[in-house]
């Protein structure tokens, strides 16, 4: 089983609801990138979508890091 494990010094700037900004940590399973929000976890996706529909971001960096041609971050250590 592949768990969630916090990627060093990597930071996301979250939009909540649209209305609301915030930096959280970065973490990742796998090749896929996640924020933290609270105590749950959301995939960030291309074009500054995540899993949650209510949920964007706005710019992502850590170690490790990569974005593709669709801006989908991608963990490549």
Do not use: C
């Not at 399973?29 to 964007?56: C, E, K, M, W, Y």
């Amino acid at each position: 089983m592949e768990l969630f494990h916090i990627v060093d010094d990597g930071v996301v700037i979250v939009r909540l609801r649209g209305r609301h900004y915030r930096q959280v940590k970065m973490y990742r399973r796998g090749h896929d990138v996640f924020a933290q929000i609270g105590a749950s976890f959301v995939r960030l996706l291309a074009h500054s979508g995540t899993t949650d529909p209510q949920i964007g971001w706005l710019d992502a960096e850590g170690p490790g890091v990569t974005f593709k041609a669709n801006r989908t971050p991608v963990f490549e250590p």
